[in-house]
């Protein structure tokens, strides 16, 4: 398990084309190249953060651990977002990690645009859930 304090947590939209976007959260604690941990998760979706124009070129949710340490898609068995943590299961076999707990101090307005990112980072995905402060 891993578990630590996100000292950066922020979000990301980076658009490639008219019809394409990649959504991104980002947590990190410390610097990755001397022992710290950063981790995001992202997805690319419609510019407009549908999956329409995709079909079958979406992924699903990619999980990153930096520096280039772990890169897999759809190895996540449940991923529950709160006011002040995250925490993420991972499925069996697909990282050396079983579990991520990651726990912030955000202000409201990080909140709401770290719920809004995560929506669509986690469109459709039935193991997502938004909780209450952990």
Request: charged share 30%; with cysteine; net charge negative.
């Amino acid at each position: 398990m891993v578990n630590f304090k996100a000292e950066i947590v922020e979000t990301h939209k980076e658009t490639f084309s008219e019809d394409f976007a990649v959504f991104s959260l980002f947590f990190e604690e410390g610097d990755p190249e001397e022992g710290g941990e950063s981790w995001n998760f992202q997805r690319a979706l419609g510019n407009d953060g549908t999956l329409e124009n995709l079909g079958e070129d979406d992924e699903g949710v990619c999980a990153v651990k930096e520096i280039q340490q772990e890169t897999f898609y759809d190895g996540i068995e449940s991923f529950e977002l709160s006011r002040n943590s995250a925490i993420c299961i991972f499925k069996e076999g697909i990282s050396r990690y079983s579990k991520l707990h990651i726990t912030y101090d955000i202000d409201d307005s990080q909140w709401e645009n770290l719920k809004t990112v995560a929506l669509l980072v986690f469109k459709h995905e039935n193991y997502f859930s938004i909780g209450e402060t952990r």
